[in-house]
């Protein structure tokens, strides 16, 4: 097992990988910007190394500098936590290269699922359900009605060449399919200066669901079941559960199975989670994000296992430390992101903290690097906590968030409790019953029209 | 961590013991600790480690306020990045500059390697060398004060 691990990140992550690595008995290394210097992952850490100026490509982006702290401190493994280099092929590479252990998967792995195009490709070598779509281009309408017949009804005619949502149309029959398609390759050529299209199912109302697995470096693999993340503002998971309240439990073995098998076909190791979009009981392969994610909780609160545990005893080459069949899925967890934002507009409100009480009682987990008197800098992300409860059923799990919520105070700042708070009330959210669309609907509904 | 001298000394009978234990209990390892110091006895490489506990403050706290009072000095030449601090260009050779020498802007104060490479350290202006906060061989943190010069 490794001596001492260096944790090249900040934050609520930093805090909870130190946590990890002391239970473990191992030493621990913060690395930090100069406006991180009263950082509690700092403080906490056994040892701290000063690696720049605020902005993070001077300091957390900083590979050079990463790996000398790493070097001076005599460091044998780093955690790269989320966001930052954990998904940084080039980071991890290098990390090996100088005789360190990087904890998370091989850099080809990481290189293969950070390019989109192979990423898909790779998805249905290995059988993962992707969106379907035309193989190409569609020369004409004739083309396209064959097309979307293959596909089913409805679906999106796209631009080859387009991006950013635009140079796209759905229909959602034949007689439409004839009306729009004429249209979208004229879109396509003013807007791209090319007219080819191609066709894929068009999701009216997805849900974001997404597979936890664990696998390790003798060909074990596990699934950790599913989180439901489609409570979203632009693009920006806001809350998350586990289990997804639209699965039931034959559901949930199935999807978990295929991306076991999946997972074991492409050799990979460490934690990772295969992302879908689901409809209508049908799955569809998004990405897949080679890292610790941060709802990662949410799946420890119902299986009882610590991820990060798992992925340094992972990479330390030692067996998982629990196979499928072992495995519980217990209860319910939802976590809440706290983010130093106006829970209105959304705008950063970075600052002095003043009174700080963080809610507590059975099954409720706070991991957050705040404390009274701390000052949240303006150079990082946004999310300042997250507070995750476990109950023995949704419901219980509901009440329980509820009351978590009511207990929470941050002062000083504003912070996104109460968007959390009013979401809890809200009858849909409480009955399960949204998709990806759902939250921006809700806030729209609060904007002067 | 000149603070623990007597919390590191090996108590070799305490680890005898440890290892019987492993040997007779099976065990892949041991960790014992006492105060703030732990002992870890691990089979079958039989690797033995002791080290001071993670003391969290006590080291940073001893270290800060000297630190400080340099970091504040108008005079302070500091660390433009992470790395291993060298006095002079090679061991046989004399330091870049020692206490009292008179340096002109632009002259090597000593060199940081990072990443294998060595980057020269130079004086931001002309004046006396006051004080090297470094001795050849020291990491050095960003931001972390090395030379005076006033």
Redesign the interface.
């Known amino acids: 097992?490794f001596?001492k691990v260096l944790i090249a990140n900040r934050g609520e992550i930093a805090v909870r990988i130190l946590r990890a690595c002391?239970e473990m008995?191992i030493?621990?290394v913060a690395v930090h910007s100069?406006a991180d210097a009263e950082a509690m992952h700092v403080?906490?850490?056994?040892?701290?190394?000063?690696?720049?100026?605020p902005s993070v490509r001077d300091?957390y982006l900083n590979m050079?500098?990463i790996?000398?702290?790493a070097?001076?401190?005599n460091a044998d493994a780093i955690h790269p936590g989320y966001g930052f280099l954990s998904e940084n092929a080039e980071f991890a590479a290098m990390v090996e290269e100088h005789g360190f252990t990087f904890i998370g998967p091989s850099s080809d792995h990481i290189k293969l699922m950070g390019d989109k195009i192979a990423a898909k490709q790779a998805a249905l070598e290995v059988g993962l359900p992707c969106v379907p779509g035309s193989a190409g281009g569609v020369p004409n309408l004739e083309a396209a009605c064959v097309s979307a017949k293959e596909i089913g009804y409805p679906v999106l005619v796209k631009a080859a060449s387009g991006g950013g949502g635009r140079g796209m149309k759905q229909a959602w029959d034949e007689a439409e399919l004839r009306k729009v398609f004429d249209q979208a390759r004229g879109e396509a050529l003013s807007a791209f200066g090319d007219d080819t299209v191609y066709m894929e199912k068009y999701l009216d109302k997805p849900r974001h669901i997404e597979v936890q697995v664990m696998a390790d470096m003798h060909g074990n693999v596990i699934h950790l079941g599913e989180r439901d993340c489609s409570l979203q503002r632009r693009h920006q998971k806001v809350l998350e559960e586990a289990p997804s309240p639209a699965l039931n439990a034959e559901q949930r073995a199935n999807i978990g199975e295929v991306v076991r098998s999946s997972i074991a076909k492409l050799g990979y190791r460490s934690a990772g989670t295969v992302e879908f979009l689901y409809e209508n009981g049908e799955f569809f392969f998004i990405e897949m994000n080679t890292r610790l994610q941060v709802e990662h909780p949410v799946t420890e609160a119902i299986t009882g296992l610590d991820l990060v545990r798992e992925m340094i005893r992972i990479a330390a080459g030692r067996p998982l430390s629990i196979t499928q069949d072992e495995l519980r899925i217990e209860g319910h967890a939802i976590e809440c992101r706290i983010n130093a934002e106006d829970p209105q507009t959304f705008a950063p409100c970075p600052g002095k903290i003043g009174d700080y009480h963080a809610p507590g009682g059975l099954g409720v987990r706070v991991d957050s690097a705040m404390y009274s008197g701390y000052s949240v800098p303006p150079y990082y992300d946004s999310l300042i906590a997250k507070l995750i409860v476990h109950g023995a059923n949704r419901n219980e799990c509901l009440l329980r968030l509820k009351r978590s919520l009511d207990e929470y105070v941050i002062d000083g700042i504003k912070t996104t409790i109460p968007l959390h708070r009013r979401i809890v009330l809200e009858p849909q959210f409480i009955d399960g019953e949204y998709d990806i669309h759902w939250l921006e609907k809700l806030l729209a509904e609060d904007e002067p029209s | 961590m000149a603070d623990d001298s007597s919390s590191t000394k090996v108590d070799a009978d305490l680890i005898r013991t440890l290892a019987a234990l492993l040997d007779e209990t099976g065990l892949g390892e041991i960790e014992y600790s006492e105060g703030d110091w732990h002992v870890r006895v691990a089979a079958p490489q039989a690797t033995t480690t002791v080290s001071a506990a993670p003391t969290i403050t006590a080291a940073a706290l001893a270290a800060a306020p000297a630190a400080e009072t340099a970091a504040d000095h108008p005079g302070a030449v500091r660390s433009p990045m992470v790395g291993v601090a060298y006095t002079a260009s090679d061991p046989d050779s004399p330091s870049f500059v020692k206490v009292g020498d008179t340096v002109a802007e632009g002259d090597t104060l000593l060199l940081i390697e990072a990443m294998k490479v060595f980057n020269p350290i130079t004086a931001p202006k002309a004046g006396t060398v006051t004080r090297v906060l470094v001795a050849n061989g020291d990491p050095v943190e960003y931001g972390e004060p090395l030379v005076i010069v006033e």
């Open positions: 097992m001596e002391h008995g030493q621990t100069t403080r906490l850490a056994g040892e701290s190394v000063c690696i720049g100026p300091s050079c500098a790996l000398s702290a070097t001076i401190s």
